[in-house]
């Protein structure tokens, strides 16, 4: 593949700063060593700090590091830069068409190394993330083509590294929102577009549980999907032990937030259904 024939910083210097059917993603979720493994000498010191940036949630700091070094042709900072866009796209704060112009940049970014650093766990998970929101943006045609695609990358990203917590969350979300495509809706787009790929409950359970195993309590919605997966397959103490752990989680994100109140709606229907089962 030709190398990129602008620089990181010329293409997203022009983005505001501060800027502000997905898959489920822990926008602060800390980075793996697998990701850090090829780390170049010269930009050493700026990945670090530019990682400690990332971790505390300073996206837009982050980015004017990034994209001010000189080293813009290394993929070390390359995919960091994709990985930060990605993070401020998600921001609710931000109008669509800007988000929209940010995950556009990245893709445009991490497509270009796709090819030559198919090898690279980092750029196989940040292709098939950006890819994803890509598509949602572009509406629910390109979303269902683009179904296995997405797949395929984050098997190949889990394949170079078989126990990142948040990528194994990631194809347990994949495979749950598949399954609870409607049947209707799924006849309906296949007859549209293309034959939608299937998957099933017990597929996403066997995901969350190894991103839990993988990493305990990593994630509020990974604890939460855990919980509607045995309900949906009428394990009911299994559901609710989770389900708890949701509710109960120490809220820092937006997602957290969302995964607490829906778990405790949850808890509070199995009780109510429970009451009116034994009561005479």
């Not at 994949?174 to 293309?194: D, G, I, M, N, S």
């Not at 607490?260 to 034994?278: N, P």
Request: aromatic share 10%; glycine share 2%.
């Amino acid at each position: 593949m030709r190398p990129i024939k602008f620089s990181i910083a010329k293409a997203v210097l022009k983005i505001k700063i501060p800027i502000t059917f997905t898959i489920a993603w822990p926008a602060k979720l800390k980075f793996t060593s697998s990701e850090q493994k090829e780390i170049f000498k010269p930009s050493v010191e700026v990945t670090s700090v530019a990682d400690k940036l990332f971790e505390n949630g300073k996206y837009e700091e982050c980015f004017k590091l990034l994209s001010s070094t000189e080293d813009q042709h290394n993929i070390e900072i390359k995919w960091r830069v994709c990985r930060v866009l990605y993070n401020i796209a998600k921001q609710p704060k931000h109008d669509q068409a800007h988000r929209d112009e940010l995950i556009s940049k990245a893709y445009s970014i991490i497509a270009e190394e796709l090819e030559s650093h198919s090898d690279h766990f980092a750029v196989q998970k940040w292709y098939a993330l950006i890819l994803d929101l890509k598509c949602t943006n572009d509406g629910i045609k390109r979303k269902i083509q683009e179904l296995a695609n997405i797949k395929k990358h984050m098997e190949l990203a889990i394949n170079l590294n078989p126990n990142d917590a948040a990528l194994l969350h990631m194809l347990g979300e994949w495979c749950y929102q598949v399954t609870e495509f409607p049947w209707h809706q799924r006849k309906t787009a296949e007859a549209l577009y293309t034959p939608l790929p299937y998957s099933s409950y017990e597929d996403a359970l066997d995901y969350f549980l190894k991103a839990e195993a993988a990493q305990p309590r990593f994630y509020s919605v990974n604890l939460l999907r855990l919980g509607c997966c045995y309900l949906k397959l009428n394990k009911e103490d299994q559901a609710k032990y989770y389900l708890k752990l949701a509710a109960s989680y120490p809220a820092k994100s937006n997602d957290d937030h969302l995964a607490k109140k829906e778990a405790a709606e949850i808890l509070r229907k199995l009780k109510v259904k429970s009451d009116f089962t034994i009561s005479p």
